[in-house]
């Protein structure tokens, strides 16, 4: 494959971010859209007999916030742009209702033949611990 023209609009340390405070609302949108009911997520009186002993927020929401940050990040390359093209994330402590995430990418690595580039991924809460980490890949069109 050849090497987009556009591939040139990143480099190895561009970060993008974006934080949002997580509301109860926002728990019960993101259940009504994609169908993940799960108690731990809407049952408060069944989320006290988890470990977690209140409602979570679904892992996926945070996976929705660097979504939105690889949005940021492909909106760098004209048309045709660049697009999402891998998650792999782990999740690594629970986001409760009121907690402020940040979600980060820093491009770590470009494939210029694959015409990927690669990120490190995080997601922080308010005190700094990372509820969710890993790599994302955009491919630029």
Do not use: W
């Not at 040139?8 to 859209?33: L, M, W």
């Not at 995080?122 to 491919?139: C, E, F, R």
């Amino acid at each position: 494959m050849a090497k987009r023209l556009h591939m040139d609009c990143y480099a190895v340390g561009d970060t993008a971010d974006v934080a949002k405070t997580v509301s109860e609302y926002d728990i019960y949108a993101f259940a009504g859209i994609v169908g993940d009911f799960y108690a731990v997520h809407l049952n408060e009186e069944f989320a006290k007999t988890t470990r977690f002993e209140k409602r979570i927020a679904q892992g996926c929401l945070s996976v929705g916030f660097l979504s939105t940050v690889m949005g940021y990040m492909a909106a760098k390359a004209p048309n045709p742009g660049a697009v999402s093209h891998r998650y792999d994330i782990t999740f690594q402590a629970p986001v409760y209702i009121g907690d402020t995430v940040t979600a980060r990418l820093e491009l770590r690595q470009k494939d210029e033949e694959r015409n990927t580039c690669i990120f490190t991924a995080t997601v922080t809460n308010q005190d700094g611990t990372v509820v969710a980490s890993g790599d994302t890949y955009l491919k630029v069109l």
